[in-house]
């Protein structure tokens, strides 16, 4: 082959490969500008035209609706990077649905689930509070990621043993009968969540003043058998031939059935079935590109703002559930409007309301959380959860509301609180998200990191953690790290 020949396949298979890079940039632009304009067109469609301008105040409108595009926006760009970063896309999708969209509509309507009013300057700051944090987030993401080398390795690996796995699977499968027991039985765990919530109190583990007994056992019979699942799936994922091995087939079918009666859609939160599922579509990577990021947004946008309202249908003994509660045949925006489940702009609104009231209380409530595990009968001056506190503030008779990662900073410490509340949760969305990267980038090498394990259930878990009360969603997440901690062991040429 003379040089000309050579010089000229050179040229070829470099203009070939610039069309193809060419292509795939026009694709991504094409992808974001489809998924920009489903974003912008969603409030349009269920906000918008329903509801019209109304009564509103302009500038709450218009800072609300820079919220809306704010998210809408860095959502584009997370799938646009085309990265597997979870965690962040999954905080910038709950805080367009909740936060955005669930905000629009009742800063439009003058209408929110606490049935109460703000003045035109609180809306402004509980929307001016809302994009204080995002620019936190920003910037903590911002430094994270500008530094990372996806080709580097984890310092210390430490890895999910398959030992530690299967005694947790069988210790599952033993306590099951007793954690059925202290429930209730099976009866009350397939009839509603309000039957579940009276066998607790009635056994004294639930209390007007201090429900921790409770909601610790609730905790460990969800996170057992949710977490021994999910480490079974990752190990068949990274080791196929253990697929074939009966103890393990044994053990997973055991699991299934275990998950189905003590994490049942009928007793247990919609947060935590909603984690659990979550996180096996997240292991599913397949979906860890572009494309498959853009698609789980726009299902979780679907289901964030059309079907979440209805999954509370056997909340209650009573047969209803939400629709009951807003409306035979109510539009979507109704229930924006009506339920305490989108009520977290209006709690910020409420945050915002109690500090010019009463000042902000200087760290009580992080202090409270940072202590959830310790019991009232030992500080007996441990704070209420914040969404306890805006309850009584509003006179709103239900006390279970949330209180957004947003409002926890600013009840506390104002606006540096949130500003340095959120550049903190940056910092935890950051690791968990290049756990992802680095594992996409290096392969599995036949062993599961337990910081893969963790940042799964984390992303899963992580619109609780924002929606809130903090107290209230310490609980499961820190025995989740305890549980993988405890499955964990140093990688030294096999995981065992």
Known sequence: MSATDSSHEIQVCASTLIQRQFRSENHKIAQGLILLTFLLAIPLWLVVLPLGLGSAFAAPVALQSLVVVYCSIRICMVVGAGQPRWSELLFWSFSYVWLGVAGLAQVLSVRNPLFTSFSQDQQLTA??????????????????????????????????????????????????????????????????????????????????????????????????????????????????????????????????????????????????????????????????????????????????????????????????????????????????LGKTDYGSFTDVGATVRYVDRHGTLEGKQLSGAALFWLPRSVWESKPNNTAYILAVDSNFPNLNLDSPLWAEGFVDFGWFGTWFLLLAFALLVRRADLTFVQWQHAGHSGYVPSGLLFSLIFAAYESFLLRGSLLQAMSRICLVALVVLLLSTRVEGSPE
Do not use: C, H
């Open 127 to 336: 929307s001016g509070v809302l994009l204080v944090g995002f620019v936190a987030f920003d910037i903590g993401i911002y430094f994270g990621f500008s530094r990372f080398r996806a080709d580097r390795k984890p310092l210390r690996p430490m890895a999910i043993s398959e030992t530690r796995v299967k005694i947790l699977a069988v210790l599952t499968l033993l306590f099951t009968p007793l954690l059925v027991s202290l429930l209730g039985g099976l009866g009350t765990l397939f009839s509603s969540r309000e039957a579940l919530t009276n066998s607790l109190s009635q056994s004294n583990l639930y209390s007007s003043g201090d429900t921790s007994a409770g909601g610790t056992l609730l905790a460990v019979a969800g996170v057992m058998p949710a977490v021994s699942l999910l480490a079974i799936l990752w190990i068949w994922k990274v080791k196929p031939t253990s697929r074939n091995r009966i103890d393990f087939i044994a053990l997973f079918a055991g699991l299934v059935v275990v998950n189905l009666i003590l994490n049942n859609p009928i007793s247990t939160p919609r947060f935590w079935i909603l984690t659990i599922l979550l996180a096996i579509v997240l292991s599913w990577t397949s979906l860890w590109s572009s494309r498959g990021l853009a698609g789980l947004v726009v299902a979780f946008v679907v289901v964030g703002l059309i079907a979440f309202p209805y999954l509370d249908a056997f909340r209650y003994d009573q047969v209803g559930g939400a629709a009951a509660t807003v409306g035979i045949g109510a539009r979507p925006v109704d229930f924006y």
